[in-house]
């Protein structure tokens, strides 16, 4: 079908639905950043691949089709993607921007009838945004099926993977041990919790220490579970999904009542009934997520319902000790794995002089070389392989197309590329040219690896949060009128969501993930970039995990202080560094980082004499400025943006 011809389509089934307007989300029933290919309705809609956005489609009034729009929402990481993907009877509509109405203004401005949403692919959250603009008289809910797969003739049916178990050895705690704090945690609310609503997916995985391949990049699988305050745990799962071993390993923690994936929203409503008819007071809660979507949320009757997020996000970010471990070793692998490719891609374009390598070509032969590590079982995230001008599109999907562009010795080339092994996820960025870079090159990726080096060293004090950390990366782009649209880092599960809440550093304070104190255990991206528009694009990527600070005091009452240590081992390229524009102090942090570099990556370079050269290279020391001559720890502005 063509756009045009999808879009008919849809209008005629709006039409029969009685509604002006419908809502297209991104998410599915768990409202989970990657879907399924039989959930990929907005991409089927408009075209638009990116893993953020939201499309409306309207009727318009009388014949002719006057007034039919359709619009695409989606915030400054995709901007120029959009450009791309979007056919000519989109709009696309830059989230973020000043100018820019939000999806609840825009409807209550344009469209006077109603709007239809499907209640099983729309959180609480935005509902609730939508309802407080609109109000609920004018929101429809469309029963099942979705009025997107009414017209999609090839609409790839449900997952159906297997479930296998993740062992204590890389969970490091046991599902009894994990529901006794669940329990715990219910208990401590002030209201009577009588049971929790386990949606998100990677929560459900957690809690049980299960994974699965539902989800592309993600090794979750579909399924709810229900926590109740004492009594059997309730996980409604299609039954074909557990092998003889998971049920074992169910049953060994006491949870026998397993239920088909389907009869979650009846169950919850069946329940919440009968605590609504009490008359005891305070009436026993079930507790849900502002996540959750809006069929689970209207099955509880509000006089029972506790909408709050669940606890087991904040456990399930705060690693365990076998998690970190895990997750360390997993980065050494993975880093080993990314410097032999960035090793043979320098022997190949530079040494060896070939040409016709594509942005497609490049990501699969790191995937090649990621496949031969231990315990790895995919990418986290579709690799962004993005070679001059694709650079700037920041989250860039290379396809073998004629925009996929070829790799020269005349272009900045960024890698951003992650793995999921058994024992921890990965997510990594490096920008490199293979030539010789230009002078405004090298002071931008200079000044962005400043930004990364700051949150790298810094310190902070107990319930500091990603918010106030964000500028760090920021100012030594700001002192010279530059900046990135979008957040310095993002929390990462151990062998979960490469994007995991609830934390982040960001500048948004609204945002949950900025406003959730950092605490030792948690692992969080550290990635400032910088984008010249139609021409490359600079990111500098490591993980970090939160660790406590040894400091001389600890002002006031004893208060603890933290800080990062790198999970990320991978050189980062000293061609593109401007010397001038370092301190001291910086260059000495990055020749520590280079050494534990080398040392850790060494034993997988043993067997090949010319990686293990380009290794001792690639990590060499920086020249360190003496103590009389170092550069101010603030360089002024140069001429080139004044």
Same mark, same amino acid.
């Given at each position: ?14 039409? &029969? ?19 399924? &290919? ?10 638009f691949t990116g893993s953020q956005g939201v499309a409306v489609v309207t009727v318009g009034e009388g014949d002719g089709g006057q007034g039919d729009q359709a619009l695409l929402w989606t915030d400054g990481r995709y901007f120029l993607q959009a450009e791309k993907e979007l ?159 998971? &049920? ?191 002078? &405004?090159?090298?002071?931008? !990726? ?13 310190? !902070? ?70 984008? $010249? ?30 800080? !990062? $240590? ?77």
């Amino acid at each position: 079908m063509t756009p045009a011809a999808k879009l008919s389509a849809l209008r005629e089934e709006m039409r &029969k639905a009685g509604v002006t307007a419908f809502v297209v989300l991104t998410q599915d029933a768990h409202n989970s950043e990657y879907v399924g &290919k039989r959930d990929m309705r907005r991409a089927w809609i408009s075209g638009f691949t990116g893993s953020q956005g939201v499309a409306v489609v309207t009727v318009g009034e009388g014949d002719g089709g006057q007034g039919d729009q359709a619009l695409l929402w989606t915030d400054g990481r995709y901007f120029l993607q959009a450009e791309k993907e979007l056919s000519p009877e989109w709009t696309l509509m830059r989230q973020g921007l000043q100018e820019t109405p939000t999806i609840p203004q825009w409807l209550k401005r344009n469209v006077a009838g109603q709007i239809g949403l499907d209640p099983y692919c729309v959180s609480i959250s935005f509902y609730t945004s939508l309802t407080d603009a609109l109000g609920a008289t004018r929101i429809t809910l469309i029963d099942p099926p979705n009025l997107i797969d009414r017209i999609w003739p090839d609409q790839p049916p449900m997952a159906s993977s297997q479930c296998f178990v993740q062992p204590l050895q890389y969970a490091g705690k046991s599902v009894k041990d994990k529901v006794a704090d669940v329990r715990k945690k219910m208990s401590e609310e002030g209201e009577l919790v009588h049971g929790l609503v386990v949606a998100r997916l990677d929560e459900v995985a957690w809690l049980l220490n299960l994974r699965g391949s539902d989800i592309p990049y993600t090794p979750v699988f579909l399924g709810y579970v229900v926590v109740p305050v004492s009594g059997s745990v309730r996980v409604y799962v299609n039954e074909a999904k557990l092998t003889d071993e998971v &049920k074992a390993h169910l049953a060994e923690n006491d949870i026998t009542d397993i239920l088909p994936y389907d009869n979650v929203v009846e169950d919850v409503k069946r329940i919440s009934q009968m605590f609504s008819y009490l008359r005891c007071y305070p009436r026993p809660r079930m507790w849900i997520d502002p996540s959750t979507n809006v069929a689970l949320h209207s099955a509880i009757p509000p006089e029972v319902r506790l909408m709050s997020h669940t606890p087991i996000m904040v456990m399930k970010a705060v690693k365990t000790g076998a998690e970190i471990e895990g997750t360390k070793h997993a980065h050494i692998r993975d880093g080993a794995a990314k410097s032999r490719y960035l090793h043979w891609l320098e022997k190949t374009i530079v040494t060896e002089g070939k040409e016709g390598l594509d942005e497609v070509d490049l990501a699969d032969k790191l995937q090649a070389f990621r496949s031969e590590m231990a315990d790895y079982v995919d990418l986290s995230f579709p690799s962004i392989s993005a070679v001059g001008s694709n650079g700037a599109i920041i989250h860039y999907k290379p396809e073998k197309s004629a925009g996929c562009k070829k790799i020269t010795r005349n272009e900045m080339y960024l890698i951003d590329s992650g793995a999921q092994y058994r024992d921890g996820t990965t997510d990594v960025t490096r920008t490199l040219h293979l030539g010789t870079p230009s002078q &405004k090159q090298k002071e931008c !990726f200079t000044r962005v690896l400043k930004g990364h080096v700051a949150v790298a060293r810094c310190i !902070f004090p107990a319930t500091t949060t990603g918010t106030q950390l964000d500028c760090l990366a920021r100012q030594h782009l700001w002192e010279v009128g530059l900046d990135y649209l979008h957040g310095t880092g993002h929390g990462v599960g151990s062998f979960l969501c490469v994007h995991e809440g609830p934390i982040g550093i960001t500048t948004k304070g609204n945002s949950r993930a900025g406003a959730v104190p950092l605490q030792p255990g948690m692992i969080v991206s550290n990635e400032p970039g910088y984008y $010249e528009s139609n021409e490359w694009g600079i990111r500098i990527e490591n993980l970090v995990t939160v660790v406590k600070a040894e400091t001389r005091n600890n002002f006031p009452d004893s208060r603890d202080y933290y800080g !990062f $240590e790198n999970l990320t081992m991978v050189p980062i390229q000293k061609k593109l560094i401007d010397l001038d524009l370092l301190t001291r102090d910086e260059v000495l942090y990055l020749n520590d980082y280079h050494d534990e570099v080398r040392a850790k990556l060494e034993p997988y370079a043993q067997r090949d004499p010319d990686f293990l050269a380009w290794l001792h290279e690639a990590t060499l020391p920086l020249p360190v400025p003496p103590l009389q001559t170092a550069a101010p720890d603030r360089p002024p502005p140069t001429s080139m943006y004044q």
